[in-house]
């Protein structure tokens, strides 16, 4: 038995002015060949789940890429045909099956469906080849994804720490089909008319626990797989929303259990939306909870300005109101500005420096120009960037944050600066450069809700601050052109069935 793995994630903010290039990719970490088994083996991602998988069956491995870049603009069409060629070339050359780890989200130059795009390629090379396919919870789910694959499952949990359950669930299904133990399986694809806004979908939390709930308690029913995707609103395709998937033994059994779970989604849709807050009333709220003495860290989350949905990561409005409201004990993870990062190498630990500190990216799609903060401060330290995670979320893997200093602001905010975007979902991104999160008063996230995974145990209370930039939660203000309608909230709609 031969297989071809391979991994290739993007998750695209149609609106953010970061360039998705191939050197994006290459900065977060793209291996080939041996190389991407060894950097994936140990991980408790897909790829390693699929290489236990393969190495169980007695089956040859061919690897010939695995690439992931953090949410950005659009991916330029250079970089998707050097994503996409090499797994098609491993296809051609010929193989008994596929097991593929996507995002589900990509949207490349020349194609708003990367990864249906990819699989309709695989097909007419291989019509009859078994392909599996695992997929972000933030999957824009389309019909072209479901017609190329044999079977195809989301992750259950954000923060995602079930990729390596969930791969081995469909790996399975795919490889029992590749060695003759059951037939192809059935799947039906509900598509909702529901945009649903990414910080509504923690699946700890209303609406998404009742629908991973419902999926559960199909699968425990036998049903082979069922997912939810909750959709990635910051891509104006057509398709952007909300989906089911079921994988039955049978058509009937998979429409049957789809139709159940795509009603509960529905029946909870209010709950996709997120409501505002004034951001000045909310930090006044944070100090007054971290009053209290908790003997902890209050969590802070500037979730407008997210690079893990492609924001910039540069935008300094919640910082500024926290600093005008005298919070202190802040730890600021992370500030994306490598101009300012140099600026601290060239000056040494313990310099004290004045810093026009991010803003250096402009927001067109949003109206929204950069403004960078004016601030003095002292350099506490300087790292190349790089540690391993050892939370539940990427596991094992290693974190290129490029060079990274602290800038330490009037002795009451310390900024971890990096030279290239990275969500802080891992305590590591504090730890790694001396700052010990656990003993912070409040800790400011440029993050949603991948956050959780490494900092829920610490956290002593948590507040949203609506700030701004391209992962707003607002998505009335979005200037969506291609987005299909009608569509909730955008549209009132009242009643939907599949």
């Keep these: 038995m031969k297989l071809v793995l391979a991994m290739m994630k993007h998750e695209t903010n149609t609106f ?11 900065a977060w970490g793209l291996y080939r060949d041996q190389a991407a088994i060894e950097a994936y083996a140990k991980t408790n991602m897909p790829l390693s789940v699929y290489l236990k998988l393969a190495q169980e069956y007695g089956a040859e491995v061919v690897l010939p890429i695995a690439a992931e870049a953090p949410p950005s603009g659009i991916v330029t069409a250079d970089a998707y045909r050097r994503l996409t060629d090499p797994i098609l070339e491993a296809v051609q050359a010929g193989c008994d099956g596929c097991l593929l780890d996507l995002h589900g989200a990509m949207v490349a130059a020349g194609t708003d469906d990367g990864e249906g795009t990819l699989l309709e390629k695989i097909r007419a090379i291989a019509p009859d080849l078994p392909i599996a396919v695992t997929l972000d919870l933030h999957c824009n789910l389309t019909p072209k994804m479901v017609g190329n694959c044999t079977a195809l499952i989301g992750y259950k949990t954000y923060p995602h720490v079930d990729m390596d359950v969930v791969a081995e669930r469909v790996g399975r299904v795919v490889m ?13 694809l509900r598509q909702l008319p529901l945009l649903s806004q990414t910080l509504c979908q923690g699946t700890d939390d209303e609406p998404m626990k009742s629908a ?25 395709i057509v398709h952007a929303g909300a989906s089911v998937i079921t994988v039955g033994d049978d058509q009937a059994q998979a429409d049957a259990a789809a139709d159940r779970i795509a009603a509960t989604v529905w029946d909870a849709r209010d709950g996709h939306v997120y409501k505002h ?9 944070a100090k007054q909870e971290a009053a209290k003495n908790l003997g902890g860290p209050v ?3 500037d979730h407008a300005d997210n690079c893990g949905s492609g924001g910039t990561q540069d935008v300094m409005m919640v910082i500024a109101e926290v600093l005008r409201q005298g919070l202190e004990d802040v730890a600021v993870g992370a500030v994306w500005d490598p101009e300012a990062v140099q600026a601290m190498q060239k000056a040494g630990i313990g310099a004290t420096v004045t810093l026009e500190l991010g803003g250096r990216s402009d927001m067109p799609a949003l109206g929204l120009k950069g403004r960078p903060l004016k601030l003095t401060g002292r350099v506490r330290t300087i790292t190349d960037g790089e540690w391993t995670v ?3 979320m990427y596991n094992g893997y290693r974190v290129k944050m490029g ?37 912070k008063r409040f800790l400011l996230l440029k993050s949603r809700i991948h956050y959780r995974a490494g900092f829920a145990p610490l956290a002593k209370a948590t507040f949203t601050l609506d700030g701004e930039g391209v992962t707003t939660s607002d998505n009335s203000i979005i200037p969506y052109r291609n987005l299909r309608h009608p ?11 599949a």
């Design 16 to 26: 953010s002015p970061i360039v998705t290039d191939w050197a994006r990719f290459e």
């Design 176 to 188: 029992d089909v590749i060695a003759g133990r059951r037939e192809a399986p059935a799947m039906a």
């Design 212 to 236: 991973i709930a419902a999926c559960n308690a199909e699968e425990a029913a036998g049903l082979p797989c069922a997912s939810v995707f909750g959709g990635f609103a910051m891509a104006d």
């Design 277 to 285: 807050r004034d951001l000045g009333e909310t930090v006044a709220k």
């Design 299 to 301: 969590i802070l989350l």
């Design 390 to 392: 050892q939370g539940p």
């Design 403 to 439: 060079p990274t200093a602290v800038f330490e602001v009037d002795g009451r905010m310390q900024i971890v600066v990096v030279s290239h975007h990275h969500e802080p979902w891992d305590t590591g991104v504090f730890r790694s450069v001396g700052i010990q999160p656990e003993f």
């Design 487 to 497: 569509i909730y909230p955008l549209d009132r709609i009242n009643d939907w069935t």
